[in-house]
C-alpha cells in the first residue's frame, strides 16, 4: 500500500497576545514571531498512518510511506522527524505564495504529486487548518483526482484478506462510528481523532533514519494542477478582521480559593442559579 | 435568484438542520422566491414529517439506500446539471459541508464552507466566516455560480417572527439509482466520478455516548488544566451534584479523558447556556466559539493572562479543585435548605 500524508506546518495561534491581530492592506496577518507547529488534524493524520504501518509491518505487506508538505523551509525539521518515525519519504513542495485561502492550488499540487510522482493509493490528510480555515483541501484533492473519500476518520487498518490491498477504514458519522472496508485509491480525511497525537522517535531511529535529505520540489512544476485549479475556485478574499470575544472580565478576589468561590456564588451565581 | 436547500434526511440531526438553513434563508435570501428544498432520505416512513419541515413549496426528494456521499453527490449532480440553481444551502455539519464544496467543484461553482453570514443582490455575493482558528473573521466575494455555501456549525438566526407555512407543497421524489444509472457524473477531468463501489462493506454503530450540551442551561466545563482522567472524574461528579451538563476542551477530548461526545467548540458542539462555567481552560477562541452565546461565563484559571479571562463576564485566579468544592459545598446547601423549605 502506498500512502501519501499530506500536513500543513501553522503558526501556533493560541499564542498570540490578543492585541496583535494587525491585518495589512494585502490581508497579511504577522505570525511569524510565535512558534509553529504541526496542524492539529494533520499530526493526527500523520500518526493515524503510523498505526496502519505497525500493522501493515507485522503482516508483512507491502508498505510505502510518504509525507508531503507545501511550504518553507521552516517544514524541514518536521519532515525529518517523519523520516526518523519510518516514513520513506519526506517532500516539500517549496512555496512562497500566498495561499492561504486558495485551498484550490494545495488540492492541486498534492493530486498531482499523488497521480503522477507518486502513484499512491491512499491520501490521507486533516479536514482543515487553521490561519486559512478552508475545510477544502482533502474534499477538492478527492474531486480532482476522481477517488471517493471519507470524511472524519479516526483510524485505518490492513483489512483481513490485507493481501488483496484492502482497507478498513473507522470514521465519524453524526452520533456514531462507521467502519468500512473499502478498495483504494481514496482520500481520507482527519478531523478529531482521540488519542492520536503524533509519537515521538527514539533517539535510536532519529540517529538512524532521521538524517535522509528532504526532497525539494518547486511548486512551478506542477503545471497542470495549478492549471486545473485558476478553472476552480472562485472565491476572493476581500476582508479580514479580528473578532471581538471581549466581556467584562470582573476578577473576583478573596484571601484563598473557597472565599472566591463564596463571594461568586453569593453576589453572582445564586440567583441565576434559581433562575434556571 | 434561485436558491436550493439541501437537507439531509438520513441524519437525525435532520430537524435542526432543516431550522437553521430555514432561518440562514429567512435572514438572508428572504427576497427570492424561487426557493426549492432537496431531501436526501432512506426510511419511507419518515417521510412525510421531512416534508413538513422543509421552508419551500417546492420539495424534490432523493431516496438512497444509505448515506453515502459519493451516490449522493453523483445524484445532486445530475438531478441539477440541467437547471442549476444559484445558490445551494447545505448544513454546519461535517456532510453538508463536504457536499457544498464537492458539489461546487463539480458544478463548476464557488463553495465556501462554515459561512455565518451572506449578501446577496446584483453583484457578487458576499460571505463571512472565520478564519485564523476563530481569531479573524475573513470575507469572500463569490464569483462563480453555483454558489454552494455550508452553515457554521450550530448556526441559529433569530428572524423575529417565524414564517407562516407554504399553503401547499409540490413534491417531486427522485431515486438516487435511478439518477445515477443513465447519466455518468464527470468530474473537472472529464472522466467519471466514482460511485460507492469502492466500499465492500460497511457497518455502522451509533454511539451509546449521549449528551445535552447544545440545551443545556448549566454547563461546567473543563479543560487540560484538569490535567488527568481522574481529574476530569472530579469535575464530573461536581457537576452530576450540581447539575450542571459537563463539557471539554479538545485536549481533554484528545487525550480520551472525555469522549469525543462532550467536546464544546467549533469542532464540538456549540453551547448556549444561561451560566457556563470554566475549568482549566485557556480560552482559545476555537473552544470559546462553542461557548459564545452563554448568558453568563465565569472563567476558573490559575493564570491571569489566560484569554478566557478577558472573555468572562467574571473570574476567579486560582486553582479550581477547592474552588469547585466549595461551590459544590454552597449550591448543595441551598438545594438542602430549599427543600427544607418546601
Ligand atoms: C482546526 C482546529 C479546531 C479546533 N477545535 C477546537 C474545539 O472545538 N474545541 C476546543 O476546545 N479546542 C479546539 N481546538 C484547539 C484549541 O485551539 C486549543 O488548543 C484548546 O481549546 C486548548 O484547550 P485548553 O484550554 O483545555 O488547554 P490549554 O490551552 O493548555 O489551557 C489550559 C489552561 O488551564 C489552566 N490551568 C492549569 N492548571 C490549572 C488549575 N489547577 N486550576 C485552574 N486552571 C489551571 C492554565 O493556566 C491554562 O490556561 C481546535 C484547534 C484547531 C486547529
Redesign the interface.
Given at each position: 500500500m502506498q500512502i501519501l500524508a499530506c500536513f500543513k506546518v501553522v503558526p501556533d495561534l493560541d499564542q498570540m497576545p490578543a492585541g496583535d491581530w494587525l491585518v495589512d492592506d494585502r490581508f497579511r496577518v504577522e505570525t511569524g514571531y510565535v512558534k509553529n507547529m504541526l496542524n492539529p488534524y494533520d499530526e493526527s493524520a500523520l500518526e493515524i498512518t503510523l498505526r496502519y504501518a505497525d500493522q501493515a509491518r507485522r503482516g508483512n505487506l507491502p508498505l510505502n510511506l510518504t509525507a508531503l508538505t507545501i511550504g518553507s523551509k521552516q517544514a524541514d525539521t518536521y519532515l525529518k522527524t517523519l523520516y526518523a518515525l519510518r516514513y520513506d519519504k519526506a517532500v516539500r513542495v517549496a512555496s512562497d505564495r500566498d495561499i492561504r485561502f486558495l485551498p484550490e492550488i494545495a488540492a492541486a499540487v498534492i493530486s498531482e504529486y499523488a497521480a503522477e510522482k507518486n502513484r499512491a493509493d491512499v491520501l490521507i490528510m486533516g479536514m482543515q487548518s487553521g490561519v486559512g480555515d478552508n475545510a477544502k483541501t482533502p474534499l477538492l484533492t478527492a474531486e480532482y483526482l476522481n477517488w471517493p473519500c471519507i470524511t472524519g476518520v479516526v483510524a485505518i487498518e490492513p483489512a483481513n484478506n490485507g493481501t488483496k490491498n484492502l482497507l478498513k477504514v473507522k470514521s465519524m458519522v453524526d452520533s456514531g462510528i462507521l467502519e468500512q472496508t473499502v478498495r483504494p485509491p481514496l482520500v481520507l480525511a482527519v478531523s478529531n481523532a482521540p488519542g492520536t497525537y503524533l509519537r515521538v522517535p527514539t533517539l535510536k531511529d532519529k540517529v538512524e533514519y532521521g538524517k535522509k535529505p528532504v526532497e525539494v520540489q518547486e511548486m512551478d512544476n506542477f503545471k497542470t494542477g495549478l492549471a486545473a485549479a485558476n478553472t476552480s475556485g472562485g472565491c476572493r478574499l476581500t476582508g479580514l478582521k479580528p473578532i471581538n470575544h471581549r466581556r467584562e472580565g470582573l476578577i473576583i478576589d478573596g484571601e484563598t480559593a473557597a472565599e472566591k468561590a463564596r463571594i461568586l456564588y453569593h453576589s453572582y451565581l445564586r440567583e441565576r442559579l434559581g433562575k434556571l | 435568484m434561485t436558491y436550493a436547500l439541501v437537507l439531509n434526511g438520513c441524519?437525525?440531526?435532520y430537524p435542526d438542520q432543516a431550522k437553521a438553513l430555514t432561518g440562514f434563508r429567512d435572514a438572508f435570501l428572504a427576497g427570492f422566491p424561487q426557493g426549492k428544498t432537496i431531501i436526501i432520505f432512506n426510511e419511507e416512513e419518515k417521510k412525510q414529517s421531512l416534508i413538513n419541515a422543509s421552508a419551500t413549496v417546492l420539495v424534490e426528494l432523493i431516496k438512497v439506500e444509505r448515506?453515502q456521499?459519493?451516490t449522493v453527490l453523483t445524484a445532486l449532480q445530475n438531478l441539477e446539471h440541467e437547471s442549476c440553481r444559484d445558490f445551494y444551502l447545505f448544513p454546519g455539519?461535517?456532510?453538508g459541508?463536504?457536499l457544498s464544496?464537492?458539489f461546487?467543484?463539480?458544478m463548476?461553482?464557488?463553495?465556501?464552507?462554515?459561512i455565518y453570514s451572506l449578501e446577496a443582490g446584483a453583484g457578487s455575493p458576499?460571505?463571512?466566516?472565520?478564519?485564523?482558528?476563530?481569531?479573524?473573521?475573513?470575507?469572500?466575494?463569490?464569483?462563480?455560480k453555483p454558489y454552494c455555501l455550508s452553515l457554521q456549525k450550530g448556526f441559529s438566526a433569530h428572524t423575529g417572527k417565524e414564517k407562516p407555512k407554504p399553503p401547499e407543497m409540490k413534491v417531486i421524489e427522485h431515486n438516487a439509482k435511478e439518477l445515477n444509472s443513465n447519466k455518468a457524473g464527470t468530474?473537472?477531468?472529464g472522466?467519471?466520478?466514482?460511485d460507492?463501489s469502492?466500499?465492500?462493506?460497511?457497518?455502522?454503530?451509533?454511539?451509546d455516548?449521549t449528551t445535552n450540551l447544545e440545551s443545556a442551561?448549566?454547563i461546567l466545563a473543563a479543560g487540560r488544566g484538569v490535567k488527568n482522567r481522574s481529574g476530569l472524574e472530579k469535575v464530573e461528579k461536581t457537576a452530576a451534584a450540581i447539575?450542571a451538563e459537563v463539557g471539554v476542551s479538545?485536549p481533554v477530548?484528545?487525550?480520551?479523558w472525555a469522549?469525543?461526545?462532550k467536546?464544546i467548540g467549533v469542532?464540538?458542539h456549540m453551547t448556549g447556556p444561561?451560566?457556563c462555567i470554566t475549568a482549566g481552560i485557556?480560552?482559545?477562541?476555537?473552544f470559546?466559539a462553542g461557548i459564545?452565546k452563554s448568558a453568563?461565563?465565569?472563567a476558573i484559571n490559575t493564570d491571569?493572562g489566560a484569554?478566557i479571562?478577558?472573555?468572562?463576564?467574571?473570574?476567579?485566579?486560582?486553582?479550581y479543585?477547592?474552588?469547585?468544592?466549595?461551590?459544590e459545598r454552597?449550591?448543595m446547601e441551598?438545594k438542602r435548605i430549599e427543600g427544607e423549605d418546601r
Open positions: - | 441524519s437525525k440531526t448515506y456521499p459519493e455539519d461535517q456532510a459541508s463536504e464544496v464537492r461546487a467543484s463539480r463548476g461553482g464557488s463553495s465556501l464552507a462554515n458576499v460571505c463571512r466566516r472565520a478564519a485564523y482558528n476563530n481569531y479573524l473573521e475573513a470575507e469572500f466575494s463569490l464569483d462563480r468530474g473537472i477531468n472522466t467519471g466520478a466514482p460507492d469502492f466500499v465492500l462493506d460497511y457497518k455502522y454503530t451509533e454511539s455516548e442551561r448549566f447539575g479538545r477530548a484528545m487525550n480520551a469522549p469525543l461526545s467536546l469542532s464540538g444561561e451560566l485557556s480560552g482559545a477562541a476555537a470559546y459564545e453568563c461565563i465565569a491571569p484569554p479571562i478577558r472573555s468572562s463576564d467574571l473570574a476567579i485566579i486560582d486553582d479543585e477547592p474552588v469547585l468544592e466549595e461551590l454552597l449550591i441551598n
